[in-house]
């Protein structure tokens, strides 16, 4: 079969041309398929739109789709053809033609302009390829640029040169080297926090010990006595810096552990390798009275604490049981009940005591008058020779002196003569007599032997007692960092630790042992060794948020908090009553709640604060509550009213 | 898509995802530094390592899908390991970090992460949804169909304008001529219609707004009412009705347009983002050890 397919184009002018093209083969077949005999471009036409076929000396249209196909306006599966059927195959029409001499058949074909594209369609069908203008990978140049340049590029200005990083860390917005900070600084380097080139002197390389040394010329590590197993580590490889906690000094066991677990080589010193379980006993430092040939020099032995109880050698008597009796004590004015404080005081700063003085702590007391008659009059203390040359001119000056109503006198004197020479003697000597028999009664009865261990040498006649020297110990431990101050809880009292009660002499030695420490510390170190060994256990009271810092939505607050006191092992307490949350049956809690709620400031007045110790201090314990020590710590507590917090309450 | 990729190879990537995240924070709770935990210790060092190979496979995604002849795992197996991967991303960082946040260029590394994770967990969200929210939307047919049925409509109501007169062949042609769908990606992600149509006005012409072929609509409706010729008046009706059929395939093709392009969308803040977390992350890298 010869068919003759008749192209036919409309110009803009509204020209027709025409192509003729002649095809011999059995079936026409017309669609959308690239193997068809008339290729339509059309998405409307099938792959297989139909087929013509020669049937019984005609010609016939037939397809297997269900549709049909439109021949003539009606949907049909088979239809004769014949000259003028107009045949529809999408949007094209295709014309049956009367066939030219030799053709069998002939189709007319009108190609449509826009046949199969749809002019909807390039406006969206292609995807997204810009946003305002932009491409993906224009965005990305330019994100990546933006943080480049905030980030590295203008901060990076500040390693030019001292002049440029002084000018832009002065100019507002502009970012300066500060966003590299990874984390604060201690407070002790709050000087040149802002200065990073004065540790970081040369950049890509660590931190110098020269840099340290630079401030810390006379520390003992630059010094040279840092011990010899540092080698070559460095200052910052254990005072690390910009973390936060800010931390200079880390408490961390394998600090210790890493060279005490045997025993350091070369040394006695025993092994440690846990606070709680492998920790030799404490040794003291004490003060002992070596005496060579009349004269005392005092020297410093060590000893284990354990084998030292009864071995102060103070040279001092003393009884503390009887001075702390809750009855109290016989003083001038009748029985006085002391507590410790009366004698013992903190010194500044709260870490060490004052030591404890005659003249202040004991002499209200122990008087060292002589003369009932005249209880002014006293001795010196802490010189026996004085002692008795004062007693010898005050009997002297009382035999002698200018006192008409002196019986004494009057016995000696005959008014307007002078004394003899042997009358003075003989006066003199009674005076000694007098002080001596009075000297007596002080150093071995009354005053003296109170307190000192007193010894008659009879030989001396002149000066017949001894009092031995005292020294009281000032440093029992002087390697140890301790602070009666951070001890100042209502759990900790001081006979809780030193006993005093219990002691009747002054040759026992009241210090705790290491239990004492492990009674408190036990617990929460072994919590905390856990997660962060010597880290701080306990939450150091809320942290209100410092100016400029985003306070964080309540919730998301609490669940961070939460995480941060896990993370740290600190130990949860509320915030409202202030006690540890699994220290407080919950029923008393609601009622401590319901109490006193606990105000946080607004917003807008919330500023950074420091931690007071006294807040600390009630965070950790149950009890009763107290006033804070100062007035100012309580005016720093936040006092307006309203009962949101932002940090987790265990109510 | 939900299927195909969140649940690949019975979620092999998700085990992986997990098991990585629990030796990680198994061997930081173990972990016992001198120091506060951060990103200097061994441990910092090793997961800050590990984070930054993460980091570049990840984005490496975005090389393999278009290389069509690799042999190196199939797209929808990275797809998987590249979703369940990135979720675990912020926490091996976090760890990594030492749980160690301030306002400065490292933890600016950090939330640009959380935003690309972010962007990426919406992103698996549309692909999870949309694809069936769109098959749902255009009632079974694919958008060509939609757009041949458009096609359908103009040409007849071409026809039918033709025997109306030149007004309405005029009208009807501009209205066909000015179909506007999306163009602007902002125009594509709300799906606004801003076709017009010129409609012949006191012996001149005006330009109106034609959303939904509304303004088409009325002024049919007013020349059939001012019609006195019944004939004309039911060709007119025919003519309405082609174009509320009209109406109804543009508002089809308008929510087709805007689910599309929401899938599209989401990668332009996925892709930049990625970007600029490199930066931060070769900015925080250098930082850290410039002043070291």
Not at chain 1, 551 to 580: D, E, H, K, M, N
Not at chain 1, 606 to 618: E, K, Y
Not at chain 2, 116 to 142: D, E
């Amino acid at each position: 079969m010869k068919c003759l397919v008749r192209f036919i184009t409309r110009g803009a002018g509204g020209a027709v041309e025409h192509a003729d093209k002649v095809i011999d083969t059995d079936s026409l077949t017309i669609g959308r398929a690239t193997d068809q005999t008339l290729h339509v471009r059309d998405r409307r036409a099938r792959l297989q739109h139909a087929r013509i076929e020669s049937r019984d000396g005609g010609h016939a249209i037939v397809t297997g789709a269900l549709a049909g196909v439109t021949v003539n306006g009606r949907s049909q599966r088979e239809a004769t053809l014949a000259p003028g059927d107009e045949i529809e195959v999408g949007a094209n029409l295709l014309r049956v033609i009367e066939p030219p001499a030799g053709i069998d058949f002939a189709l007319s074909f009108e190609l449509a302009d826009d046949a199969g594209e749809h002019h909807l369609a390039p406006a969206w069908s292609a995807p997204v390829r810009t946003l305002a203008g932009f491409g993906k990978r224009r965005l990305s140049w330019l994100a990546a640029g933006v943080v480049v340049l905030l980030a590295f590029a203008i901060p990076a200005l500040t390693l030019l040169g001292p002049g440029v990083a002084k000018t832009l860390r002065s100019v507002p917005l502009l970012p300066d080297d500060s966003v590299w900070l990874a984390g604060d600084v201690h407070r002790t380097h709050a000087s040149v926090a802002t200065e990073c080139e004065a540790c970081h002197a040369r950049p890509f390389r660590r931190v110098p010990d020269a840099a340290c040394g630079a401030c810390h010329e006379s520390h003992r590590h630059a010094a040279g006595s840092a011990p010899p197993v540092l080698g070559e580590m460095r200052c910052a490889s254990c005072h690390l810096e910009h973390n936060e906690p800010p931390q200079l000094i880390s408490e961390h066991q394998g600090l210790c552990g890493d060279c005490h677990a045997d025993g350091p080589a070369g040394t006695d010193l025993p092994p440690a390798s846990d606070f709680l379980d492998d920790h030799p006993p404490f040794r003291v430092s004490l003060s002992v009275p070596v005496t060579t040939a009349g004269t005392t020099e005092w020297q410093t032995e060590r000893r284990l604490l354990e084998q030292a109880r009864d071995a102060e050698r103070s040279n001092l008597r003393f009884d503390h049981a009887l001075h702390v009796d809750e009855d109290g004590v016989i003083g001038p004015d009748g029985r006085q009940v002391l507590a410790c404080q009366d004698c013992h005081r903190p010194e500044p700063g709260g870490a060490r005591m004052q030591p404890v003085r005659m003249d202040e702590h004991c002499s209200g007391c122990h008087e060292l008058s002589f003369d009932p008659q005249d209880p002014s009059r006293t001795v010196p203390h802490g010189d026996p020779e004085g002692v008795l040359q004062v007693l010898i001119e005050y009997y002297s000056a009382r035999l002698l002196g200018d006192d008409a109503t002196n019986g004494a006198q009057q016995r000696l004197r005959r008014p307007g003569q002078a004394l003899t020479r042997a009358d003075r003697d003989r006066v003199a000597a009674e005076a000694r007599a007098q002080a001596l028999t009075v000297a007596a009664d002080l150093f071995e009865r009354r005053a003296c032997v109170n307190c000192h261990e007193v010894t008659k040498v009879q030989t001396d006649a002149a000066m017949p007692w001894r009092v031995q020297p005292v020294r009281l110990t000032e440093r029992f431990f002087p390697h140890a960092r301790f602070s009666h101050a951070a001890h100042d809880t209502d759990v900790a009292s001081c006979d809780g630790c030193h006993a005093a009660s219990q002691s009747g002499v002054a040759t026992d030695l009241l210090l705790p042992g290491m239990d004492s420490c492990r009674d408190c510390h036990r617990q929460r170190h072994r919590a905390a060794q856990r997660r962060r060994p010597g880290r701080q256990h306990l939450h150091p009271v809320p942290r209100l948020p410092r100016p400029g810092q985003a306070v964080i939505p309540r919730r998301v607050g609490a669940a961070w908090s939460a995480l941060t006191c896990a993370r740290r092992g600190w130990q949860p307490y509320c915030c409202r009553c202030l006690r540890l949350a699994a220290a407080v049956p919950r029923p008393l809690h609601r009622a401590l709640i319901r109490r006193r709620r606990r105000p946080v400031a607004p917003a807008s007045a919330r500023t950074h604060q420091p931690v007071s110790r006294w807040r600390m201090s009630r965070a950790l314990l149950p009890g009763p509550r107290r006033k804070p020590p100062r007035a100012a710590a309580r005016q720093r507590l936040p006092s307006s009213t309203g009962s949101a917090t932002s940090w987790p309450c265990f109510a | 898509m939900k299927a195909s990729i969140l649940a690949y190879g019975g979620r092999r990537y998700l085990w992986l995802a997990l098991l990585v995240t629990a030796g990680i924070a198994g061997i930081y709770l173990v972990h016992d530094p001198q120091e506060p935990p951060n990103g200097g210790t061994v441990l910092g060092y090793t997961l800050g390592a590990v984070a930054t190979a993460l980091v570049l496979w990840l984005t490496a995604f975005g090389i393999r899908k278009r290389r069509y002849h690799s042999t190196q795992g199939t797209v929808q197996g990275w797809l998987s390991a590249h979703v369940y991967l990135g979720l675990a991303l912020p926490l091996i960082v976090l760890l990594h970090a030492g749980f160690q946040l301030g306002p400065n260029v490292h933890t600016l590394a950090f939330v640009l992460l959380l935003l690309v994770v972010a962007s990426g967990i919406v992103g698996v969200w549309f692909y999870a949804n949309y694809p069936a929210r769109m098959s749902h939307n255009r009632g079974g047919a694919n958008r060509t169909e939609l757009l041949d049925q458009l096609d359908d409509i103009d040409e007849r109501s071409r026809r039918a304008a033709n025997s109306l007169g030149e007004d309405f062949r005029d009208a009807i042609a501009s209205g066909i001529a000015r179909t506007q769908l999306g163009g602007t990606a902002w125009s594509r992600l709300t799906g606004r219609d801003e076709s017009q149509v010129v409609l012949p006005a006191n012996g001149g012409s005006r330009v109106a707004a034609n959303a939904g072929q509304e303004a088409l609509l009325d002024w049919l409706a007013d020349r059939q009412a001012r019609s006195a010729d019944a004939h004309e008046g039911a060709a007119i009706g025919e003519l309405s009705a082609l174009l509320r059929n009209k109406r109804r395939l543009l508002k089809t093709l308008a929510g087709d347009m805007q689910l599309e392009a929401r899938l599209a969308i989401w990668l332009f803040a996925h892709v930049p983002l990625t970007a600029a977390l490199l930066a931060a992350l070769v900015v925080h890298i250098v930082t850290v050890f410039l002043y070291w």
